[in-house]
């Protein structure tokens, strides 16, 4: 069983600086894509960042310029650098993983980790 584990969140105070960690472990192989998206109350899940097998990165607008998604894969790990943060940015953060086979895809997230912007 795969399972994903976030750290790294926390309180911080607007225009500081946070990274965040996804470990995964169990049997978990050809990794697809793996990515960062946050939550806040109210509101749908929304994609901060994603990195695909070959390296590839996508972020959303507002993470453009601030936000650096990273993996080291020997750790089968994800890592997401947030700078210059912003109140806005206060949510809880979810990791994501798709791997497996290209005909039977599997998905599997993580916990979440709170992040919180003071101004």
């Known amino acids: 069983q795969v399972q994903l584990v976030e750290s790294g969140g926390g309180l911080v105070q607007a225009g500081g600086s946070l990274r965040l960690s996804c470990a995964a472990s169990?049997?978990?192989?050809?990794?697809?894509?793996m990515g960062w998206y946050r939550q806040v109350p109210g509101k749908q899940r929304e994609l901060v960042a994603s990195?695909?097998?070959?390296?590839?990165?996508n972020y959303a607008d507002f993470a453009a310029g601030r936000f650096t998604v990273s993996s080291d894969n020997a750790k089968n790990t994800m890592y997401l650098q947030m700078n210059g943060l912003k109140p806005e940015d206060t949510a809880v953060y979810y990791c994501r993983f798709e791997f497996g086979p290209s005909w039977s895809l599997r998905e599997t997230w993580g916990r979440g980790t709170q992040v919180t912007v003071s101004s």
């Open positions: 990195m695909s097998s070959r390296g590839g990165t």
């Open positions: 169990g049997s978990i192989f050809n990794i697809n894509t």
